[in-house]
């Protein structure tokens, strides 16, 4: 599965951004998938998952009330509604997806990245 994030940018804090991942595979409906970011200097970070049929949803503390994750499986895509933003989720956002058991501590696939610059 390949799987393509979009939709980053150049934002204000308190500014609200979309990110969208597109996979290349109608199995995409069968993962498990997730957003983690990795801001300069630091290692990658979790942020949010949703199961594979989109029943369940986990976030990290720091994004969870500002943060939301869906998932489309018609479309095959994977969103993260971001509002609120702060400079500190200034960060490369990857989008991945599992159907392995140490999920969300490995991935089987990950997307190259989308780049999101908050400004105070």
């Known amino acids: 599965v390949q799987l393509q994030a979009s939709g980053g940018g150049l934002v204000q804090a308190g500014d609200s951004l979309r990110l969208s991942c597109a996979a290349s595979e109608r199995t995409f409906s069968t993962y498990n998938v997730g957003w983690f970011r990795q801001a300069p200097g630091k290692e990658r970070e979790f942020v949010a998952r949703?199961?594979?049929?989109?029943?369940?949803?986990v976030y990290a503390e720091s994004v969870k009330g500002r943060f939301t994750i869906s998932r489309d499986n018609v479309k095959n895509t994977l969103y993260l509604q971001m509002n609120k933003l702060a400079p500190e989720d200034t960060a490369v956002y990857y989008c991945a997806a599992s159907r392995g058991s140490l999920w969300p501590f490995s991935a089987d696939y990950w997307g190259q990245g989308t780049q999101v610059t908050v400004s105070s």
């Open positions: 949703i199961s594979w049929n989109g029943a369940s949803t």
